[in-house]
Nanobody
């Protein structure tokens, strides 16, 4: 099982980034997916077929989670980024649709996002 995040980097405040999470070694469409950051703080999650996206209050309507099951890939579009968004972002897979990090079975290694002028 592998989850590999990419798309992080350095961006100025107000800028945008799109994170990707490539999944392999398991049936991607059988799992709900989530994004977390820092010490596994919940950011967003989405159902197996792309239904019921749900976001943490911290995203303030700036982030969009979506997935492409044909490509076994999860995405997080982040707009209007703020310095407080600086963190390592992780994707994770769960058999249940949840915001609870301890219910996520598989985790990626993370990708660094730095928001700074």
């Amino acid at each position: 099982v592998q989850l590999v995040e990419s798309g992080g980097g350095l961006v100025q405040p107000g800028g945008s980034l799109r994170l990707s999470c490539a999944a392999s070694g398991f049936t991607f469409s059988n799992y709900a997916m989530g994004w977390f950051r820092k010490e596994r703080e919940f950011v967003a999650r989405i159902g197996r077929l792309g239904e019921n996206p749900y976001y943490a209050e911290l995203t303030k309507g700036r982030f969009t989670i979506f997935r492409d099951n044909a490509k076994n890939t999860l995405y997080l579009q982040m707009n209007n980024l703020e310095p407080e968004d600086t963190a390592v972002y992780y994707c994770a897979a769960s058999t249940v649709l949840t915001t609870m990090r301890n219910q996520y079975r598989y985790w990626g290694q993370g990708t660094q996002v730095t928001v700074s002028s």
